[in-house]
């Protein structure tokens, strides 16, 4: 069984920055794609950014462009979601979930998933709090 950890969370004025880290226990996660979807007080759960930890690739939502970088480092089996510039409406709660490659057609697609990928395999959630 996959277990995911989340961890980075805070609270951050408008214009800082914070990193979060999402650690894949039980396997290794080259055979995963892994996203940060964030749900906001009264709102869905939504995909923010994507990877594919096999070949790198990355999927960001346009409210997030150019502010979010995703990355995953291999050794420390962990993806991280470096936030810059955040905003009052970044605040919510992220969470990471994973699919395996073999079960999407692209990180994107997983992405954009509604509520974000089908197999309830998620992290406990980190809270983000964006405010002067």
């Known amino acids: 069984q996959v277990q995911l950890v989340e961890s980075g969370g805070g609270l951050v004025q408008p214009g800082g920055s914070l990193r979060l880290a999402c650690e894949v226990i039980?396997?290794?996660?080259?055979?995963?794609?892994i996203g940060w979807f964030r749900q906001a007080p009264g709102k869905e759960r939504e995909g923010i950014s994507c990877?594919?930890?096999?070949?790198?690739?990355?999927y960001y939502a346009d409210s997030v462009k150019g502010r979010f970088t995703i990355s995953g480092d291999g050794a420390k089996n962990t993806v991280y979601l470096q936030m810059d510039s955040l905003k009052p409406e970044d605040t919510g709660t992220y969470y990471c979930?994973?699919?395996?490659?073999?079960?999407?057609?692209?990180?994107?697609?997983?992405?954009?998933?509604?509520?974000?990928?089908?197999?309830?395999?998620w992290g406990q959630g980190t809270q983000v709090t964006v405010s002067s």
């Open positions: 979930g994973m699919d395996y490659l073999f079960l999407i057609s692209s990180v994107k697609d997983m992405c954009l998933m509604p509520g974000g990928p089908p197999n309830g395999n």
């Open positions: 039980g396997f290794k996660m080259d055979i995963y794609a």
């Open positions: 990877i594919n930890n096999s070949d790198g690739s990355a």
